[in-house]
Structure formats: C-alpha cells, structure tokens
C-alpha cells in the first residue's frame, strides 16, 4: 500500500508522520537517522520541511517567491545555505565562505539548519533513485494553501496561531493524533509546531500524491547537481 510521509526537523531530530493511504491509518516517530528511516520504510513520496537544490551563490527564486506569498510573515522563510558554504562545520567558516562569494553573511539561525540540509542533501547525492520521491516543502505555504490560499498571520508558537493551524489538521487528520503524539514525547525533543508542521507537509505529500499540488517557482529550476529548487505545496 503506498505510504505518505510528512518530516519536520526537531530538536530529537526528524518528525516524521506516516499515513497509510488505503487504511487512512497514522504512524508516528523521531527519526535519527534520515537515510536509514527512508530505506526502511520505502515511501511512495515524502514532503520535508528543509531546502532542497542549493544555488551557487545568490539568494533561490523559491524563497524569493514564497516570501512574497506570505508578506507579512515573510521573515519565517529562511535563506538557504550556498552549496559551497554547506560542508563548513563553524557559522564562522559559513560565514567566510558565503561573505566571499556573494557578499553576504550566514546568520547564526540561517547557519542552525546546515546540518539537516547537509543530511538531505547527502541522501539525495547517494541515492539518486529517491530524487523523485522526496520533495522540499515550507510550512507556512502548506498552511497557506490549506487556509484557502490565505496566510495565517499569527505566529505559529502563538496561541491564536496554534489554534488556526491545528484547526486546520482537525479538519482532515482529527486533533486525537495532534495530542496522543504531544503526550508521547517531551517538549524538549519536539514542540508543538514541529508536530503541527509535520502535519502540513503530511497534507502536501497527499497533494502530490495525486498530482493537484502547487509550487514556486512553477516551472522549477534546478541546481548544479540536477536537484529542484522549488517549494511544493
């Protein structure tokens, strides 16, 4: 039966929310390691929350795209690592690299999500085959286009915004799922919005999955090693 999975990093690691196309059934876990979880699980199609397709220097079209798309919650997308500053190990050496190249600096909250990107994009250089499968999405989008193509303008560690998005996955996933896995893991290995964001790109890889899902930029670009540069949602 084809398996659906919707990933959002955490401070355990991944959030990874699986759902069982025929049974509508949801299984949920931290993942440690992203390659072995894939392999495993074998997934017709995956929706992450991480850049996938990394630009040489410059900002990516997508993100330009999709901050636009959310106006005021514009800040939430953050700028994607330059594919020769992904291997540095210190923001400082990040920083250096991408100062050097483009001109521009690595914000420390920018240079926190390196490592997954690192970890993803490893997974896709060395197994080719899963190019087809796994896409990058954004929360924000996804609840966007969930919300009847309008952005949720509260903050989603607000308790207005928590609201307005768990509203939203009741109405297709129920809340039961939302609060069994809350009970189930510790805060400090996943938030609330990390659940709730794994739900949103759950809901984009059903999207894609039957082929009426949007992106930006549409047609995508691709990168220098053949990977996609676009947001799905």
Same mark, same amino acid.
């Given at each position: 039966m084809p398996k659906l999975i919707g990933i959002d990093g955490c401070p355990g690691g991944w959030f990874a929310i699986t759902l069982n196309t025929e049974t509508r059934d949801l299984n949920a876990e931290i993942v440690h390691n992203l390659t072995d979880f894939i392999v495993r699980t074998s997934?017709?199609?995956v929706a992450i929350d991480i850049p996938i397709g990394l630009t040489d220097s410059g900002p990516r079209k997508c993100d330009v795209q999709a901050r636009k798309l959310l106006q005021t919650r514009s800040s939430?997308?953050? %700028? =994607?690592?330059i594919r020769p500053a992904l291997s540095a190990r210190t923001r400082n050496d990040a920083d250096s690299i991408s100062r050097a190249i483009q001109g521009k600096g690595v914000a420390a909250q920018a240079f926190g999500i390196y490592r997954k990107v690192e970890e993803v994009d490893i997974l896709l250089q060395t197994h080719p085959h899963l190019r087809s499968s796994i $896409? +990058?999405?954004? #929360?924000e989008l996804s609840f966007r286009a969930w919300n009847n193509h309008q952005t949720i303008l509260h903050p989603k560690k607000s308790l207005s915004g928590h609201? =307005?998005?768990?509203?939203?996955?009741?109405?297709?996933?129920? %809340?039961? #799922?939302?609060? +069994?896995?809350?009970?189930?893991? $510790?805060?400090?290995?996943? =938030?609330?919005?990390? &659940?709730?964001?794994? $739900?949103?790109?759950?809901? %984009? =890889?059903?999207? &894609?999955?039957?082929?009426?899902?949007? /992106? /930006?930029? @549409?047609? #995508?670009?691709?990168? %220098?090693?053949?990977? #996609?540069?676009? &947001? @799905?949602?």
């Open positions: 997934p017709q199609i939430c997308v953050f %700028s =994607a690592p $896409f +990058e999405i954004h #929360p609201q =307005a998005r768990l509203s939203l996955v009741d109405q297709v996933y129920g %809340s039961n #799922p939302f609060f +069994e896995y809350r009970r189930t893991h $510790f805060k400090k290995q996943l =938030a609330d919005d990390d &659940i709730l964001d794994a $739900f949103a790109a759950l809901w %984009s =890889a059903e999207r &894609i999955f039957k082929n009426i899902h949007d /992106c /930006c930029p @549409n047609p #995508p670009e691709q990168d %220098s090693t053949g990977l #996609p540069m676009t &947001i @799905n949602f």
